[in-house]
């Protein structure tokens, strides 16, 4: 930006459009001493979406807690994804406080963005929701209050007007979230085998996700899940998860099952089978997959007569002759993608 240029920008009217805490945040992110930033609206965007996503998680908690008389502190017993999380916040803090003090501010804040956007917004808050309307209710939410609260904290300084509106709204102690204590790690909240065992669980519930949106199968199609593995108790104790959040009619654990015409889908530490007919209308999609592949046939025939006809690729410029043949090479690749999915429905 420069004056001189008149292609500078308003700080002011930034704060008007998308709020103070945005800008600041948008600053910091990706700053590193002596490198020179590229100012873009897009980038402020993100930075009010991700206040917004904050906001939201706060209006979850609040939702859940309603009249209830949210103890302080963290309960006695921790169930396994409470483990998960305090024990990533604890590196988290760690990580952070270091940061803070070399002055890596850039750093920082990036890894308050992935743990607050993925693991706390998108994980456990989707991993503790069946325990908020059951027995487990009044653990969960000192759970989510309190990291919630540590969470706080640690954007304070960058985005110091959305943390205060937040940290006021929530059960707490003191006047202001500016003069609390700034959290530091604690070595009994070091849970490193159940992160692992939590992690195993996840990307498995992510691996079926991902499977089931390249097939097009729509969330409310629920199917039975088999896996296996040699961890299987930690499977079992994933269970309810993967059977919510994975779409699972059901889930069985074991070595070994014999499922015939079954997807299967390979992590690290297990294979998924998931019967093909319960996924899908194997009809329906026989024939969707019949239609798209006769369309792909269709173009490939196109392309290739152009590229077979000599006037065009002699006459044509080299930059479009070979736009051509790219979109050959894609249209093929497409093509065996579908008849390989055709031959799997068998």
């Known amino acids: 930006m420069s004056k001189s240029l008149g292609n500078g920008v308003d700080p002011l009217e930034i ?13 910091a992110t990706g700053n590193s001493p002596g490198n020179d930033m590229r100012f873009t609206t897009e980038k402020v965007e993100a930075s009010r979406n991700f206040a917004n996503k904050l906001w939201n998680a706060a209006r979850f908690i609040l939702m859940n807690i309603g009249d209830a008389e949210v103890a302080p502190g963290l309960p006695e017993e921790l169930t396994l994804e409470d483990k998960w999380i305090l024990s990533k916040f ?21 890894k308050l963005y992935d743990f607050i956007w993925d693991m ?4 456990y808050i989707e991993l503790c ?21 540590g969470m706080l904290q640690l954007l304070h300084p960058f985005m110091p007007f959305i943390t205060e509106e937040i ?20 070595a009994a909240l070091e849970f490193p085998a159940e992160e ?15 499977r089931r949106s390249e097939m097009n199968v729509p969330p409310s199609r629920k199917a039975e899940v ?9 499977f079992r104790k994933g269970v309810p998860f993967i059977q919510r959040l994975a779409a699972a009619s059901g889930v069985q654990v074991g070595e070994h099952f014999d499922v015939p015409g079954a997807v299967s889908i390979v992590t690290a530490d297990a294979t998924i089978k998931i019967p093909m007919n319960e996924l899908v209308d194997i009809a329906a999609e026989r024939a969707r997959l019949e239609k798209e592949a006769a369309t792909v ?23 479009v002759v070979q736009t051509a043949r790219d979109n050959a090479a894609r249209l093929e690749e497409k093509l065996a993608l579908l008849e390989q999915s055709l031959a799997a429905l068998g």
Request: a neutral charge.
């Open 129 to 149: 929701k069946a325990r908020l309307q059951g027995d487990g209710a009044d653990a969960a939410r000192r759970v989510l209050v309190w990291v919630m609260t």
């Open 297 to 319: 046939r269709g173009q490939l025939e196109g392309v290739r007569a152009r590229l077979s006809n000599e006037a065009f690729v002699g006459k044509a410029p080299a930059q």
């Open 226 to 234: 088999f896996v296996e593995t040699a961890f299987a108790d930690t």
């Open 15 to 27: 704060i008007a459009q998308y709020g103070a805490d945005a800008l600041r945040f948008m600053l």
């Open 167 to 186: 940290w006021q709204s929530l059960p707490h102690e003191g006047e202001t979230l500016m003069r609390t204590a700034w959290p530091t790690a604690d």
């Open 120 to 123: 706390f917004c998108d994980w």
């Open 90 to 110: 604890n590196t988290l803090t760690r990580a952070v406080t270091d940061n803070l003090e070399k002055f890596e501010l850039g750093l920082a804040v990036q």
């Open 196 to 210: 692992k065992e939590m992690e195993r669980i996840m990307e498995a519930i992510r691996a079926v996700r991902n």
